[in-house]
């Protein structure tokens, strides 16, 4: 069992949708969170960090519930350009990077 | 800025040969990471090192895989000998010591026939 968990999906919204992806993980140690995006044959990059107080870029709001055990993503006013994989990952050491299997969007006109 | 450099970006093999992978991290990143990514298991950390030393190599499948990082601008990952089940994407990753940001080169997509 990975130790971060995520609906593989896929998730298919039409623009301008709201949509949210759930991430759960099993290691309670894990200290750091992140989204990373991966399109399609492309190498992951990092989408935004995930903070206990949630943080928000732009249209994205990523949580933190420690209690819960899960991270989230928000995409609000969803665009075509949005369409790609989102992997949640959690950190137990500052440097053992855990990455769930990742979501799969697809925005549509 | 040059990113991660992975080569090669692909490489078809036979069954049985011996497969070398190379990455060039980032410069000044003092930590790199081997990652392995299928469809049906996602991306797998396979051992990632700090200040060139190896950290954690239980991602390691098994005895066919090694890697090494002889300095700080070099590392490769080496199957020997290979099989179709290795079959993957293989990424290369370097992390800088006050960043949590994750850089990853483009992969190296193996196909052992």
């Known amino acids: 069992r990975k130790e971060v968990e995520q609906d593989p999906g896929p998730f298919n919204v039409p623009e301008g949708a709201t949509v949210a992806f759930n991430c759960t993980y099993s290691n309670s140690a894990s200290q750091s969170f992140f989204w990373y995006r991966q399109d399609c044959r492309k190498e992951p990059k990092l989408l935004m960090s995930v903070y206990s107080s949630g943080n928000e870029d732009g249209r994205f709001t990523a949580q933190l519930n420690r209690a819960s055990q899960y991270i989230s993503l928000l995409i609000r006013d969803s665009k075509l350009s949005d369409s790609a994989t989102y992997l949640c990952?959690?950190?137990?050491?500052?440097?053992?990077?855990?990455f769930g299997k990742g979501t799969s969007l697809l925005v549509t006109p | 800025d040059a990113g991660v450099i992975q080569s090669p970006r692909h490489e078809v093999t036979e069954m049985g040969q011996e497969v070398t992978l190379r990455c060039k991290p980032i410069?000044?990143?003092?930590?790199l990471f081997w990652y392995r990514q299928t469809m049906m298991r996602g991306l797998e950390l396979l051992i990632y090192f700090n200040n060139n030393v190896p950290i954690d190599d239980s991602g390691m499948p098994e005895d066919r895989f090694s890697a090494k990082m002889p300095n700080a601008s070099f590392s490769t990952l080496k199957i020997q000998p290979s099989e179709p089940r290795d079959s993957a994407v293989y990424f290369c990753a370097s992390i800088g010591a006050n960043t949590g940001e994750l850089f990853f080169g483009e992969g190296s997509r193996l196909t052992v026939l």
């Open positions: 990952v959690g950190s137990n050491s500052g440097y053992a990077l855990n």
């Open positions: 410069s000044g990143h003092n930590s």
